[in-house]
T-cell receptor, first 109, second 114 residues
Framework: DAKTTQPPSMDCAEGRAANLPCNHS???????VYWYRQIHSQGPQYIIH???NNETNEMASLIITEDRKSSTLILPHATLRDTAVYYC??????????FGSGTKLNVKP | DAGITQSPRYKITETGRQVTLMCHQT?????MFWYRQDLGHGLRLIYY???????DKGEVPDGYVVSRSKTENFPLTLESATRSQTSVYFC?????????????FGEGSRLTVL
């Protein structure tokens, strides 16, 4: 499974878009990109996933570069409740979701 | 209600004791997982199971035992608890649909080993 690299922390102003990057330069063609978040000590929450194309749902958008070596999770209008740790995971094997350390997003008033 | 539940939510035990954390899901998902999360760190995969009677090691399996006699249950046992196993334990399940799919997590079991 490809390894991912994320910045340890980011700040975002409330109401602005939050853009969270993830580098996965060793990704292979059949590996999906997943994003999860964890608020406080709760269980992680699924946000979105994609293979090649950009994806959008009610929570976020996922932009995957054409070479698939990096991706960006976009929260279009961040709120204080979006303060959380965001995890980028790359896997083709649904047995193995490895979470890593993630990015702590701080949304500030 | 449908979902994934863990028990107990909180447990305090002593070094050397056996502890079992329970996980139950109502979706009949094939895949189930156990993770641990130490304070201030990300989740690490302990064990996973692809189906009843099929289990395999994750990143940090030492000191843990799992079983899966029924699809809906995936208990995690610490046969002789150590202080280093103090952590929050999360169970998850996955339906493994053809286009990918999401992990659903339980609320976690906070274990303290004295």
């Amino acid at each position: 499974d490809a390894k991912t690299t994320q910045p340890p922390s980011m700040d975002c102003a409330e109401g602005r878009a939050a853009n969270l990057p993830c580098n996965h330069s060793t990704i292979s063609g059949n590996e999906y990109v997943y994003w999860y978040r964890q608020i406080h000590s709760q269980g992680p929450q699924y946000i979105i996933h994609g293979l090649k194309n950009n994806e959008t749902n009610e929570m976020a958008s996922l932009i995957i570069t054409e070479d698939r070596k990096s991706s960006t999770l976009i929260l279009p209008h961040a709120t204080l409740r979006d303060t959380a740790v965001y995890y980028c995971i790359v896997t083709y094997n649904f047995n193995k979701f490895y979470f890593g350390s993630g990015t702590k997003l701080n949304v500030k008033p | 209600d449908a979902g994934i539940t863990q028990s107990p939510r909180y447990k305090i035990t002593e070094t050397g004791r056996q502890v079992t954390l329970m996980c139950h899901q109502t979706w009949s998902h094939s895949y189930m997982f156990w993770y641990r999360q130490d304070l201030g760190h990300g989740l690490r995969l302990i064990y996973y199971s692809a189906a009843a009677d099929i289990t395999d090691k994750g990143e940090v399996p030492d000191g843990y035992v799992v079983s899966r006699s029924k699809t809906e249950n995936f208990p995690l046992t610490l046969e002789s608890a150590t202080r280093s196993q103090t952590s929050v334990y999360f169970c998850a399940s996955h339906g493994a649909s053809g286009n990918g799919g999401e992990l659903f997590f339980g609320e976690g079991s906070r274990l303290t080993v004295l």
